[in-house]
């Protein structure tokens, strides 16, 4: 085998170390969301919190659905006040 750049060694190197840390990124993320799809409760009281911050008053409003069709809409229209 001929003799590689030291630089493309590093280049490699380092591509390696980036690739394992997203592989243990990924693993992390996927062990949080199934933690909250076994337990929503935590994200859900998180959602709340941050939607009575930052639009305090329309946490509790349910969207309007009804259409008098008695089913719900494919397309839901969203009010930008």
Known sequence: MSD??????????HLQRAALELIAAARNALDVAEDLARDPVPLQAMVETVLT?????????PPDTDDG?????RIQRIRVD
Request: hydrophobic share 45%.
């Open 53 to 61: 911050t930052f639009a305090p008053g329309r946490a509790a409003e």
């Open 69 to 73: 069709s008695g089913s719900a809409p």
């Open 4 to 13: 590689v750049d030291p630089r493309v060694a590093a280049a490699v190197e």
